[in-house]
Antibody
Framework: EVQLVESGGGLVQPGRSLRLSCAASGFTFDDYAMHWVRQVPGKGLEWVSGINWNSRGTGFADSVEGRFTISRDNAMNSLFLQMNGLRTEDTALYYC???????????????WGQGTMVTVSS | QSVLTQPPSVSAAPGQKVTISCSGGSSNIGKNYVSWYQQLPGTAPKLLIYDNSERPSGIPDRFSGSKSGTSATLGITGLQTGDEADYYCGTWDTSLSAGVFGGGTKLSVL
């Protein structure tokens, strides 16, 4: 079964850091670009960041550029999001998402995890 | 404020047809493929349409997509109560070098 399982979310104070992880299974991980998409509960979807299959290309939303870093470990079938300088507006459910393509720009997001909640609050 | 514009809500009766519009610009819909996602209450989004009009395996042909210029449309025929969900359009914005979504449309099947 194709599956993405996120972890690492939680409650964190403004200005602190958090690292999200995504474990992929059921498919050849390094055949696909991967992304993080977030959603404030009750609100719409926001693309956060994406990374090529070989890590040689990445992209970030303006809202997180310079604060977030995306990486992947193809040997471990894992995707990561390092979030530094967290702000209250980063509070959201973060989804790990598979792209239909191997590299950016994205074509479509065909597999979604269930998400991990990040709450930034003092 | 989303880069892509969708109506906040649409409604129709069971068995009827509904369309959801998605309006963008020359740097996003005008240049790239559009995809559509269905988000049932309390669940993660699911891909419904990719490459403007293609359906992944398992998606019934009641769902269809089209694109013209800088706008796209999702069509749903034979509405069922189980289709009640939020629907999002998405694409890549070449100028922003970023993925972009519409604000979402809530479908009510009355």
């Amino acid at each position: 079964e194709v599956q993405l399982v996120e972890s690492g979310g939680g409650l964190v104070q403004p200005g602190r850091s958090l690292r999200l992880s995504c474990a992929a299974s059921g498919f050849t991980f390094d055949d696909y670009a991967m992304h993080w998409v977030r959603q404030v509960p009750g609100k719409g979807l926001e693309w956060v960041s994406g990374i090529n299959w070989n890590s040689r290309g990445t992209g970030f939303a303006d809202s997180v550029e310079g604060r977030f870093t995306i990486s992947r470990d193809n040997a471990m079938n894992s995707l990561f999001l390092q979030m530094n300088g967290l702000r209250t507006e980063d509070t959201a459910l973060y989804y790990c998402v598979r792209d239909r393509r191997a590299q950016l720009p994205s074509d479509a997001f065909d597999i979604w995890g269930q998400g991990t909640m990040v709450t930034v609050s003092s | 404020q989303s880069v892509l514009t969708q109506p906040p809500s649409v409604s129709a009766a069971p068995g009827q047809k509904v369309t959801i519009s998605c309006s963008g610009g020359s740097s996003n819909i005008g240049k790239n493929y559009v995809s559509w996602y269905q988000q049932l209450p309390g669940t993660a989004p699911k891909l419904l349409i990719y490459d403007n009009s293609e359906r992944p395996s398992g998606i019934p042909d009641r769902f269809s997509g089209s694109k013209s210029g800088t706008s796209a449309t999702l069509g749903i025929t034979g509405l069922q109560t189980g289709d009640e969900a939020d629907y999002y359009c998405g694409t890549w914005d070449t100028s922003l070098s970023a993925g972009v979504f519409g604000g979402g449309t809530k479908l009510s099947v009355l």
